[in-house]
């Protein structure tokens, strides 16, 4: 059985390890350990009955001026931890902090747009919408969708929801 649980600094380098065997993005250890003394309660791992961390959500909160709301950094499954559910157990897990603790209006994210698994977990499973298109956003200049799931309506509504808001790609 795999526990989804809050991410201490010992996971750190574990985290950077599924993330260099995982993605194609990966992160300096001093931007892993920014994000756990920034927002301790929104890095998530999933621990394997040995003890291995297989995957992991790291994600933060911005602070832009007008509606702050949480952001997904990365996520990553080990390859050999993938199509059990881990993804959507870390993500909803970062979800309920990011709405319980920080009491984010939304949750944004970023994907390549070749990435149809993502987008299908984003899109289909999690209810995220495409809110608009980054163009050459990644190194290799490969497009983003900027994805974002609504917590709760804009000031003004207290009602919750997946929310329709996002404007869709062009073509």
């Not at 959500?57 to 509606?67: N, Q, R, S, T, Y």
């Not at 603790?101 to 990435?115: D, G, I, K, M, Y």
Request: include cysteine; glycine fraction near 8%; aromatic fraction near 10%.
């Amino acid at each position: 059985m795999v526990c989804i649980r809050t991410a201490t600094i010992d996971d750190l380098l574990y985290m950077q390890q599924c993330n260099l065997m995982s993605l194609p993005e990966n992160y300096q250890f001093k931007y892993y350990l920014y994000h756990l003394l920034s927002w301790p309660q929104l890095l998530q791992v999933a621990e394997d009955e040995s003890g291995r961390i297989v995957g992991y959500v790291l994600a933060k909160m911005e602070e832009d001026p007008g509606e702050s709301h949480g952001h997904i950094t990365s996520l990553a499954v080990n390859r050999t931890s993938r199509k059990v559910g881990l993804a959507t157990r870390l993500m909803m897990s970062a979800h309920d902090s990011m709405d319980e603790v920080f009491q984010s209006p939304f949750v944004s994210l970023h994907v390549r747009v070749t990435n149809k698994a993502a987008i299908h977990l984003y899109k289909n499973i999690l209810k995220y919408d495409v809110h608009d298109v980054e163009e050459k956003y990644y190194a290799d200049g490969e497009n983003a969708f900027d994805m974002r799931k609504r917590f709760r309506k804009p000031t003004g509504s207290s009602e919750k929801g997946g929310g329709g808001e996002g404007k869709k790609p062009a073509g």
